[in-house]
């Protein structure tokens, strides 16, 4: 409940001598980025001009900057191609599509190639997938994370933040590690994911990091699907004000999305149960 949240969150001492407020919130029970909640903000007007860009970014990933432009002129709205420019990097969208990668890459990343071409993919805990995508609010935005199952769909973590800092995609990644050791973890090349700190902790658990391709869309196809999900059938329709109302709302919607959403492309299972089940289901081309 939202208001157990804001009870945890009160008693952080961020200034205690002896605990720090990471440790302070495994002893709470709150997730740390719980815990860091004001929400990021722009003007109004770009907060809306955020939201039209992130639906239509969804319907089309392959527009850039010049196209979303485009799209919101003819929607009404006086913006240049600059603006827009800023609002997708805040955002961090990036168009699908062949020629150079504006995605920044940490700077002391290392170079892997993308393993999963032409795999045919056999079991659970195979492959793993992990992105992150932007969160409207109603006076602000977050950006959420998650660690996702490629043959099963299954959600195994997921985290929320104000920043694109990476801590939060580690922490996420902590957590899935804490339940299954998969062979493979593909990533876009984005610096929440190419930091040597992200990298170390796969290599450490003996696991092979493959890159998203330069300019493939399908790459990630199957994170790209569930945000697409999590967006049409809750973030857009509850609208939510407060984080803690949209951690609570995640919360219901993941174990949802888990456990009782029959999917199209599992042969109408949940990915919970073929998760459990660790064998492959069939895997088509139908909805996520």
């Known amino acids: 409940m939202p208001a157990a949240i804001d009870r945890k969150r009160a008693l952080i001492e961020p200034e205690h ?7 302070q919130c495994e002893l709470l029970g709150l997730n740390r980025s719980t815990y860091y909640l004001p929400l990021a903000t722009e003007s109004e007007e770009n907060l809306r001009l955020m939201r039209l860009i992130d639906q239509q970014f ?8 010049r196209r979303m432009t485009a799209f919101l002129e003819r929607s009404g709205a006086a913006v240049n191609r600059k603006r827009v420019q800023r609002l997708m990097a ?3 969208l990036e168009a699908l599509h062949p020629g150079p990668r504006t995605t920044t890459a940490a700077p002391d990343a290392r170079a892997y190639p993308y393993l999963l071409r032409d795999r045919e993919l056999t079991r659970v805990d195979e492959v793993w997938s992990s992105d992150i995508t932007y969160v409207p609010m109603r006076h602000g935005f977050m950006y959420l994370t998650a660690v ?4 099963s769909r299954y959600v195994l973590s997921w985290r929320l933040s104000n920043t694109l800092d990476g801590g939060f995609c580690l922490e996420a990644l902590d957590e899935a590690l ?14 929440q994911f190419t930091s040597r700190e992200y990298t170390g902790h796969l290599e450490e658990a003996g ?7 330069r300019g493939r869309a ?21 609208d939510y004000d407060r984080v803690p109302e949209l951690v609570t709302g995640l919360t219901a919607y993941f174990r949802f ?10 042969d109408y299972r949940t990915p919970g149960e073929v998760y459990r089940s660790g064998v492959r289901a069939r895997l088509s081309g139908g909805e996520p």
Not at 148 to 151: F, L, Q, S
Not at 180 to 187: A, D
Not at 218 to 238: C, G, Q, T
């Open 218 to 238: 399908l790459d990630n196809v199957f994170v790209e699907r569930l945000w697409r999900s999590v967006k049409y059938e809750d973030i857009y329709i509850k």
């Open 58 to 65: 969804l319907k089309t990933p392959f527009y850039g900057s």
């Open 257 to 266: 999305y888990d456990e009782d959403r029959p999917h199209q492309a599992l």
């Open 17 to 23: 001598p002896h605990l720090s407020i990471c440790h």
């Open 178 to 191: 804490s339940r299954g050791r998969p062979e493979i973890v593909n990533t876009d090349q984005g610096a």
């Open 90 to 92: 805040l955002m961090g």
């Open 207 to 213: 696991i092979a990091v493959s890159r998203d391709g």
């Open 148 to 151: 996702i199952d490629w043959v």
